[in-house]
């Protein structure tokens, strides 16, 4: 009988997914996705991820984990696996599934889909559950403490630098998705200022008035944030008030600098803790508000499966569909940096190894499922206004007659009174190259809260969609920050001892300028790159990503590997593989590539060429060095990727050919066995 | 359906952390049971554990992308 159910669910998905991937002509109504979606992680989570648990980690009930063993009350306790599950995804979720899907829709809703759906099942899921498995087995040490370990001093070293190049890159393209969406929107400047007090509200409440009582503040919290939402539409129709907020994105970029620079120094109980309580809170309800919405509304896909756009001429990011849509989705696919969360974080709570499949494994499905939920949301808009709102005016131009009749002619008709009558309804001036993401999800969002909810709500929608999305890319900006921050000190401990204590001010303020500085740049190269900056620094995101990613794999295959368990390997083996080679492509493009959309040397080169002739527009002249030089950084930055990338790879091959050849290696260093001291009933469950 | 109403909002303070100090001193009874040593240390007050308990978790990554 049970065998039955599940040879329907296997017919019923491979059907869904087979309805998505052949339709043609037609719109597809976004249940399919959601039904796809949902057959494919059950099949997955059913067999692959449990046998991998049983056959390959050999989970066992019977071990004590290091939150038994270890317990202190503190950071060490034994938790409920659901308690454990809800802390594992609203770390490992933020803005990247949301911002991913979106810039990929450009070649069409199937790459997309069929990456974040079999690139997760196959890939992200088990990354994180062999990484969160490896790192409980080893008293949930971290993953570059594990990379030294068992690989060797490289591997650790590759896996600090990555994880802090990643940092920089990723802060600075949140930056400017934020700073994108609040550009002479008044409403959206306001909001998103507005919770910046409303979070120290929030942290002096919790710290000295009620200290402990999370939710009441967490509540208060909400409705303020609520509350601003509309009080920014009160302001959007103030004249005077609405001149404060409408500015420009170099003073906007500024402000987002000023604001990072300031969480990373001041206490975590102000700023950065509140904020990440009602992030989490908003994060949680407004996914769960959005999937309900998509059922209750069941909207049809307007974009076509395949663009043109495949053969790498897309206006949103320059690069074919082989292999830019395996960069451009990385969270929501396969996100390196959930093997921080991974490690050292969530093992300190797990209480059975036999829970690792489902936090693990099942926590990713979940996050692939946001994933599919933003790539509906990209996908419901007329093409040609997805377009309007995405295309930077470097590619489309800066007059709006010219943008509709260029995105026209590419076969996705727009109209001016259209994009005009829908700034309208969303309370904005214009929806015009509004790069990065956040907006045109926001307005996809909108039109779906506002068809389920009540059409006439459509500007308080798409100002809540924005104040969801600022406030956890603000929440993974600041905590970002003040992570990269305490890295640095570490590094510059090593240098001069003093620097490492991490409440010393003038260490404090150094290490956090520089971090500032750090992601500042690529943020201020990106508001005033006329090609949207979103172009150059997405794609370096996702490298980064993949090859943060490529390292916890390779860690992880290596333990496989060393646990003779090489018939195994290609568990972790074969997605890294995988990984190797589109980074590696990918990076062979974006330095190499002769097209100036995409090689960042021809791009410099033909930036150079046109100004020494006096080819540029003034604006563009004025800042054609700073960009030059970007380039340049950025094609260094690239082959400073792939060059770390191989090391590492190199060394994994090393340690496990020297291991099967029987000669010395780092062993392994796993914890002794011990048995948890538990009743049958509950290693029954 | 009152049952059920009680579980969800216990998981909601347990999953914010709503509880944190009860599950600490529970701990902490438990252990200086198990140690036999009631007078070699009181338990924090709620404000110092919460202070603590506030710093610890938020040194190092704990929020990505």
């Given at each position: 009988m049970k065998k039955l159910i599940w040879l329907l669910i296997a017919l019923f998905g491979a059907g869904a997914v087979g309805v998505i991937a052949l339709q043609r002509g037609e719109s597809v109504n976004a249940l399919w996705f959601i039904a796809a979606a949902l057959c494919v992680y059950a099949i997955a989570y059913r067999f692959y991820a449990a046998w991998i648990s049983a056959s390959v980690l050999a989970c066992d009930a019977t071990r004590i984990t290091p939150a038994e063993r270890l317990e202190n009350g503190r950071d060490f306790v034994p938790t409920n696996k659901w308690i454990v599950f809800g802390h594992h995804f609203a770390a490992i979720a933020g803005p990247g599934p949301l911002v991913g899907p979106t810039l990929a829709a450009q070649f069409g809703y199937l790459p997309g889909t069929l990456w974040i759906l079999f690139g997760s099942v196959l890939g992200g899921c088990v990354q994180d559950m062999v990484t969160l498995f490896c790192s409980t087995r080893r008293d949930a040490k971290s993953l570059g403490q594990m990379a030294r370990d068992e690989l060797g001093l490289l591997g650790g070293a590759a896996a600090l630098m990555a994880t802090f190049v990643i940092m920089i890159i990723l802060i600075a393209v949140l930056g400017l998705v934020v700073v994108n969406a609040m550009k002479h929107s008044p409403w959206a400047t306001s909001t998103v200022a507005a919770t910046i007090p409303v979070a120290m509200m929030v942290g002096f409440y919790m710290r000295f008035f009620r200290p402990g009582q999370v939710l009441e503040a967490t509540a208060l919290g909400v409705t303020l944030l609520l509350l601003s939402v509309v009080a920014g539409g009160w302001i959007d129709h103030d004249e005077s008030l609405r001149l404060c907020f409408d500015r420009e994105g170099l003073f906007l970029a500024w402000s987002v600098m000023a604001y990072g620079f300031a969480a990373a120094v001041l206490p975590v109980w102000l700023l950065l803790a509140p904020r990440d309580y009602l992030s989490t809170f908003m994060k949680l309800g407004t996914i769960t508000l959005l999937a309900v919405a998509i059922v209750m509304l069941r909207p049809e896909v307007k974009m076509p499966a395949l663009t043109m756009f495949i053969n790498g001429t897309g206006p949103i990011f320059g690069g074919k569909l082989f292999p830019f849509?395996?960069?451009?989705?990385?969270?929501?696919?396969?996100?390196?940096?959930?093997?921080?969360?991974?490690?050292?974080?969530?093992?300190?709570?797990?209480?059975?190894?036999?829970?690792?499949?489902?936090?693990?494994?099942?926590?990713?499905?979940?996050?692939?499922?946001?994933?599919?939920?933003?790539?509906?949301?990209?996908?419901?808009?007329?093409?040609?206004?997805?377009?309007?709102?995405?295309s930077p005016v470097g590619v489309v131009g800066k007059e709006a007659v010219d943008v509709v009749a260029k995105i026209s002619s590419w076969g996705f008709p727009v109209t001016l009174t259209q994009m005009q009558h829908l700034a309208e309804q969303m309370g904005e001036t214009t929806l015009f190259a509004r790069t990065g993401g956040a907006p045109s999800l926001a307005v996809g969002m909108a039109s779906i809260f506002g068809s389920a909810f009540g059409e006439r709500l459509l500007a308080v929608w798409y100002h809540f969609a924005i104040m969801f999305e600022a406030i956890f890319i603000l929440t993974t900006l600041d905590a970002g920050t003040r992570v990269g921050r305490f890295m640095l000190q570490d590094m510059l401990g090593n240098l001069w001892p003093k620097m490492a204590e991490t409440s010393w001010m003038p260490s404090v303020l150094f290490a956090s300028g520089l971090v500032v500085s750090g992601w500042g740049y690529f943020l201020y190269i990106g508001v005033i790159d006329p090609n949207g900056g979103v172009n150059i620094l997405w794609p370096l995101f996702g490298m980064a990503n993949q090859m943060l990613a490529a390292i916890a794999l390779c860690v992880a295959t290596g333990i496989l590997i060393k646990s003779d368990k090489l018939k195994y390997a290609w568990i972790t083996g074969g997605p890294l593989l995988w990984l190797v080679i589109i980074t590696t492509l990918a990076a062979f493009e974006k330095v190499a590539s002769d097209d100036t959309r995409i090689g960042f040397l021809s791009a410099a080169q033909d930036l150079a060429a046109k100004s020494a002739a006096g080819a540029l527009p003034a604006e563009k002249a004025a800042v054609a060095s700073q960009l030059i030089f970007n380039l340049h950084l950025d094609a260094l930055l690239t082959l400073f990727f792939v060059v770390l990338l191989w090391l590492i790879v190199i060394d994994m091959l090393r340690v496990s050919s020297r291991y099967l050849a029987g000669k010395p290696v780092p062993p392994l260093s796993e914890a002794q066995y011990q048995l948890r001291l538990v009743n049958s009933e509950r290693l029954m469950d | 359906m009152l049952k059920q109403l009680r579980v969800a909002w216990r998981i909601l303070r347990q999953l914010s952390g709503d509880d944190a100090y009860e599950r600490y001193l529970e701990h902490f009874v438990e252990r200086s049971l198990i140690s036999?040593?009631?007078?070699?240390?009181?338990?924090?007050?709620?404000?110092?554990?919460f202070r603590r308990w506030q710093d610890e978790k938020w040194y190092g990554v704990k929020r990505c992308c």
């Amino acid at each position: 009988m049970k065998k039955l159910i599940w040879l329907l669910i296997a017919l019923f998905g491979a059907g869904a997914v087979g309805v998505i991937a052949l339709q043609r002509g037609e719109s597809v109504n976004a249940l399919w996705f959601i039904a796809a979606a949902l057959c494919v992680y059950a099949i997955a989570y059913r067999f692959y991820a449990a046998w991998i648990s049983a056959s390959v980690l050999a989970c066992d009930a019977t071990r004590i984990t290091p939150a038994e063993r270890l317990e202190n009350g503190r950071d060490f306790v034994p938790t409920n696996k659901w308690i454990v599950f809800g802390h594992h995804f609203a770390a490992i979720a933020g803005p990247g599934p949301l911002v991913g899907p979106t810039l990929a829709a450009q070649f069409g809703y199937l790459p997309g889909t069929l990456w974040i759906l079999f690139g997760s099942v196959l890939g992200g899921c088990v990354q994180d559950m062999v990484t969160l498995f490896c790192s409980t087995r080893r008293d949930a040490k971290s993953l570059g403490q594990m990379a030294r370990d068992e690989l060797g001093l490289l591997g650790g070293a590759a896996a600090l630098m990555a994880t802090f190049v990643i940092m920089i890159i990723l802060i600075a393209v949140l930056g400017l998705v934020v700073v994108n969406a609040m550009k002479h929107s008044p409403w959206a400047t306001s909001t998103v200022a507005a919770t910046i007090p409303v979070a120290m509200m929030v942290g002096f409440y919790m710290r000295f008035f009620r200290p402990g009582q999370v939710l009441e503040a967490t509540a208060l919290g909400v409705t303020l944030l609520l509350l601003s939402v509309v009080a920014g539409g009160w302001i959007d129709h103030d004249e005077s008030l609405r001149l404060c907020f409408d500015r420009e994105g170099l003073f906007l970029a500024w402000s987002v600098m000023a604001y990072g620079f300031a969480a990373a120094v001041l206490p975590v109980w102000l700023l950065l803790a509140p904020r990440d309580y009602l992030s989490t809170f908003m994060k949680l309800g407004t996914i769960t508000l959005l999937a309900v919405a998509i059922v209750m509304l069941r909207p049809e896909v307007k974009m076509p499966a395949l663009t043109m756009f495949i053969n790498g001429t897309g206006p949103i990011f320059g690069g074919k569909l082989f292999p830019f849509v395996f960069i451009t989705i990385a969270c929501g696919a396969i996100s390196g940096f959930h093997s921080l969360i991974a490690s050292g974080t969530t093992p300190k709570l797990l209480t059975n190894e036999r829970d690792i499949a489902m936090i693990g494994y099942g926590g990713m499905l979940l996050e692939s499922f946001v994933a599919v939920m933003a790539m509906i949301a990209a996908t419901v808009l007329d093409p040609g206004v997805f377009f309007a709102i995405n295309s930077p005016v470097g590619v489309v131009g800066k007059e709006a007659v010219d943008v509709v009749a260029k995105i026209s002619s590419w076969g996705f008709p727009v109209t001016l009174t259209q994009m005009q009558h829908l700034a309208e309804q969303m309370g904005e001036t214009t929806l015009f190259a509004r790069t990065g993401g956040a907006p045109s999800l926001a307005v996809g969002m909108a039109s779906i809260f506002g068809s389920a909810f009540g059409e006439r709500l459509l500007a308080v929608w798409y100002h809540f969609a924005i104040m969801f999305e600022a406030i956890f890319i603000l929440t993974t900006l600041d905590a970002g920050t003040r992570v990269g921050r305490f890295m640095l000190q570490d590094m510059l401990g090593n240098l001069w001892p003093k620097m490492a204590e991490t409440s010393w001010m003038p260490s404090v303020l150094f290490a956090s300028g520089l971090v500032v500085s750090g992601w500042g740049y690529f943020l201020y190269i990106g508001v005033i790159d006329p090609n949207g900056g979103v172009n150059i620094l997405w794609p370096l995101f996702g490298m980064a990503n993949q090859m943060l990613a490529a390292i916890a794999l390779c860690v992880a295959t290596g333990i496989l590997i060393k646990s003779d368990k090489l018939k195994y390997a290609w568990i972790t083996g074969g997605p890294l593989l995988w990984l190797v080679i589109i980074t590696t492509l990918a990076a062979f493009e974006k330095v190499a590539s002769d097209d100036t959309r995409i090689g960042f040397l021809s791009a410099a080169q033909d930036l150079a060429a046109k100004s020494a002739a006096g080819a540029l527009p003034a604006e563009k002249a004025a800042v054609a060095s700073q960009l030059i030089f970007n380039l340049h950084l950025d094609a260094l930055l690239t082959l400073f990727f792939v060059v770390l990338l191989w090391l590492i790879v190199i060394d994994m091959l090393r340690v496990s050919s020297r291991y099967l050849a029987g000669k010395p290696v780092p062993p392994l260093s796993e914890a002794q066995y011990q048995l948890r001291l538990v009743n049958s009933e509950r290693l029954m469950d | 359906m009152l049952k059920q109403l009680r579980v969800a909002w216990r998981i909601l303070r347990q999953l914010s952390g709503d509880d944190a100090y009860e599950r600490y001193l529970e701990h902490f009874v438990e252990r200086s049971l198990i140690s036999n040593c009631s007078e070699c240390q009181q338990p924090l007050s709620k404000k110092a554990f919460f202070r603590r308990w506030q710093d610890e978790k938020w040194y190092g990554v704990k929020r990505c992308c």
